[in-house]
């Protein structure tokens, strides 16, 4: 199959270029933190050659409870993103949870992401594709492959051809996720890049109560299953300390594991693409 190339800044997804690597934290939980993060990966990228996309919300829209951390908002969001690839020359994506955001969002990031709770909000989705950026798609947890071909014609009818395509896990019950790699060549078959996210395949929405809990240690299982199943990125929430991060703690990976991981997907991929 066929796959076009969807260019994020200098990066190329798809069309038999290399594994891309997508990470960053969940949420910005301050100017400092998203820095600090952001140049250890950026040094990180650099050291390895990892075709690399910084990410990171400026707000978290869709926390299980109303007490729950979101971000520093819509505007100083996108201030410490812009500082980020000021500072660091990476290509940043963070999500967008309203039209209404989609003005903003466009002039600072270089990817902007559909949430997977939203991926069938109709003006949403149109207002992501006049934008003219890359757009990544995350299927939602509670569609199949084939239900995400909707959703493209939906951003196709804006003109906008830069789409790449998230598999994220899907609803198994309650309170838990699978993730079927099957999915990820059926969605191969639209001729889009396709991404696996790693940290939020492992998640157990609402498994905690007022939030979501998980198990990051398998994280690095389902990466290694996913690149081995043909993928074209693959996406980490990463974070310096997990145990004190405000968001997701329970699925994301410790910054000092990702460079260990990184080598082994890559690895892998050359190893599908002979």
Known sequence: MKVRTVKVGKVSIGGGHPLVLIAGSCVIESRKQCLELAGRLARLAAAERIPFIFKASFDKANRSSHASFRGPGLVRGLDIL??????????????????????????????????????RQTDLILALGHSGKPVNI????????????????????????????TERGVSFGYNNLVADMRSLPLLREFGYPVVFDATHSVQLPGGAGDRSGGDARLAATLARAAVAAGCDAIFIETHLNPAEALSDKDTQLPLAQVKKLWRLLSRIDRLVRK
């Open 82 to 119: 812009a500082e980020v690839k000021a500072r660091y020359g990476l290509p940043v994506l963070t999500d967008v949870h309203h039209e209404t955001e989609v003005p903003l969002a466009e002039r600072v990031a270089d990817m902007l992401q559909c949430p997977a709770f939203l991926c």
């Open 138 to 165: 995350k299927k939602g947890q509670f569609l199949a492959p084939g239900d995400v071909r909707n959703i493209l014609a939906k951003l196709e009818s804006t003109g906008n051809r830069q789409i790449v395509i």
